[in-house]
């Protein structure tokens, strides 16, 4: 476990304690499983299914393997799903949030990027590259530009409830010049 996911892990469990335990969570991009494993150990969710598109060495929790293209799950069949850093791995990200939006019966938990300039763009390409080359995760670059993503949640019939911007993910130099491309958010239902 390194420190960026333990402070990303800090800004999760902070959007999501005033509504936990949830009854079931899907992991939405589960990588390695690390974060389904912490969603269960730390009793935020009852049941915790993990899916990906590819299966990673090293895992911890075993995701149910999908094309990507549609979640084999019904619509509204966790009380929250939840997606850490990998919208913008996806081919189409508008389809593949609406896709989990559509499996999300209350809660919409998400730790992505936002950028406004070319520049921001260019740091969070190279981040992207060192931190998950290494895994064989294909990087698309597909950031969200400014908040256009808000937009597309709210088509979905969500609510944002609370929003973590610039979210502090790293420290020192690192964190003064990237910080304010990170952020949380936790979204709800309108008609939960």
Same mark, same amino acid.
């Given at each position: 476990?390194?420190?960026?996911?333990?402070?990303?892990?800090?800004?999760?469990?902070?959007?999501?304690?005033?509504?936990?335990?949830?009854?079931?969570?899907?992991?939405?991009?589960?990588?390695?499983?690390?974060?389904?494993?912490?969603?269960?150990?730390?009793?935020? %969710?009852?049941?915790?299914?993990?899916?990906?598109?590819?299966?990673?060495?090293?895992?911890?929790?075993?995701?149910?393997?999908?094309?990507?293209?549609?979640?084999?799950?019904?619509?509204?069949?966790?009380?929250?799903?939840?997606?850490?850093?990998?919208?913008?791995?996806?081919?189409?990200?508008?389809?593949?949030?609406?896709? %989990?939006?559509?499996?999300?019966?209350?809660?919409?938990?998400?730790?992505?990027?936002?950028?406004?300039?070319?520049?921001?763009?260019?740091?969070?390409?190279?981040?992207?590259?060192?931190?998950?080359?290494?895994?064989?995760?294909?990087?698309?670059?597909?950031?969200?530009?400014?908040?256009?993503?808000?937009?597309?949640?709210?088509?979905?019939?969500?609510?944002?409830?609370?929003?973590?911007?610039?979210?502090?993910?790293?420290?020192?130099?690192?964190?003064?010049?990237?910080?304010?491309?990170?952020?949380?958010?936790?979204?709800?239902?309108?008609?939960?």
């Amino acid at each position: 476990m390194n420190v960026y996911r333990r402070r990303v892990w800090e800004l999760v469990r902070q959007l999501l304690q005033p509504y936990a335990p949830v009854s079931r969570a899907l992991d939405f991009g589960s990588g390695d499983g690390w974060f389904a494993q912490s969603f269960s150990k730390e009793g935020l %969710a009852g049941e915790v299914t993990s899916v990906d598109v590819q299966r990673r060495a090293n895992t911890v929790v075993e995701p149910q393997l999908y094309d990507g293209q549609r979640l084999p799950y019904d619509d509204r069949s966790f009380e929250l799903v939840y997606s850490i850093d990998v919208l913008h791995h996806c081919p189409d990200p508008r389809a593949s949030l609406r896709d %989990a939006l559509r499996c999300s019966g209350r809660f919409f938990l998400f730790k992505d990027h936002t950028y406004r300039h070319w520049w921001d763009w260019l740091v969070l390409c190279g981040l992207d590259e060192i931190g998950n080359r290494r895994f064989g995760v294909a990087n698309r670059y597909r950031y969200q530009h400014r908040w256009e993503w808000t937009a597309w949640i709210e088509k979905e019939g969500f609510v944002l409830d609370r929003l973590i911007h610039p979210a502090y993910c790293h420290r020192g130099l690192l964190g003064r010049t990237t910080n304010h491309l990170q952020f949380a958010a936790l979204w709800k239902r309108a008609n939960a």
